[in-house]
């Protein structure tokens, strides 16, 4: 019997109406474009604005057009997993919200948080579930609104962030297309570099934690860009010996959008040129858990079946990690 692998059969994405420019940021804080521009290569990311709009909101438009897309009916979906850092709320979960908003009524959901690394986390999960021969159809989505954990007066972070979100359909096959390996990997330790202070367990929101910004994201940007630039080279480069692949054998890099300095230190490590690496950073800023699948969409003109592609990420836990996987269809 052929072995089972789980294919992107489509994508969708959403992405705000609302720009928010270098130019429109140096009236917020101390800060320049071409600060910003050397620093991290963004020129503008998106928001969402309007009153009691969230990540859900987001992440049910990239479903319902990627339903849409492919023709596929909400009944047919087996499971939905959101990856996102900006959860609606505690609970239920974002996942279970994007389903009862999309009208998929027949499928069980669930968040997964692993901050940057979210959607590879995800996607790894979906495939290995698609794998066991149980599921037939599952929606992953990367969706957060990081706006609503920046504080606007932090220079180090606010020129970061942007909001997004992407869903993509995974379904089995039994062609030599599809998920094939992953490397993912964390480090708890890393937790003192970048989190937030406030809002969990350890310590509950207060007027005092509220009054103290610790409902926004903390970040010690030398000591993330430090680890993130090693260990996001070191996991593409060890997906590609571990499954026997030179440069010339990769035809699409997709690396997390968080740093320029980061995806190009990536690419360099991977012997790739620049022409095969996905980059929109300057178009969309960091979307955390969207990076990868707005970079999907946006090439996905230009892929081919059998693209053999490398998907990377590092983000808060630290948790970082690489997927290899096949391109499924022509896409033209």
Not at 271 to 276: F, Y
Not at 279 to 308: F, M, S, V
Request: aromatic share 8%; glycine share 8%; net charge negative.
């Amino acid at each position: 019997m052929a072995n089972v692998r789980a294919a992107i059969t489509g994508i969708n994405v959403f992405t705000p109406d609302y720009v928010l420019t270098n130019k429109e940021l140096e009236k917020m804080v101390d800060t320049s474009d071409e600060w910003i521009m050397t620093r991290t290569g963004i020129r503008e990311r998106r928001i969402l604005k309007g009153e009691g709009l969230g990540t859900s909101d987001m992440g049910a438009e990239a479903v319902k057009g990627l339903l849409k897309k492919t023709n596929t009916s909400p009944d047919e979906i087996d499971l939905l997993i959101c990856a996102t850092a900006t959860p609606d709320m505690k609970f239920p979960a974002t996942a279970n919200i994007i389903s009862d908003k999309a009208g998929i009524k027949n499928a069980y959901s669930f968040d997964i948080m692993a901050a940057c690394s979210g959607f590879l986390y995800s996607f790894d999960t979906a495939s290995k579930l698609i794998e066991s021969g149980r599921y037939k159809k599952v929606i992953v989505v990367g969706a957060d609104k990081m706006s609503s954990i920046v504080d606007y007066t932090d220079r180090t972070t606010c020129v970061l962030f942007g909001d997004a979100a992407g869903a993509i359909l995974l379904e089995p096959t039994t062609e030599n297309i599809g998920y094939q390996d992953s490397i993912l990997q964390s480090d708890g330790s890393g937790a003192q570099f970048l989190h937030l202070k406030a809002g969990g367990s350890v310590k509950p929101a207060s007027h005092e934690t509220v009054d103290a910004k610790e409902h926004f994201i903390y970040q010690e940007g030398q000591a993330v860009f430090k680890f993130a630039v090693t260990k996001m080279a070191d996991v593409s480069v060890a997906i590609m010996e571990k499954n026997g692949l030179t440069a010339d054998d990769v035809a699409w890099l997709v690396p997390h959008q968080a740093n320029l300095r980061i995806i190009d230190a990536t690419a360099r490590r991977m012997g790739l040129s620049k022409d095969k690496v996905m980059i929109n950073i300057e178009k969309y800023g960091n979307t955390t858990n969207a990076t990868i699948p707005l970079c999907l969409a946006e090439w996905e003109n230009q892929l081919h079946k059998g693209d053999n592609i490398i998907m990377a990420a590092f983000g808060g836990g630290f948790t970082w990690g690489a997927i290899y996987f096949k391109w499924a269809y022509d896409s033209k």
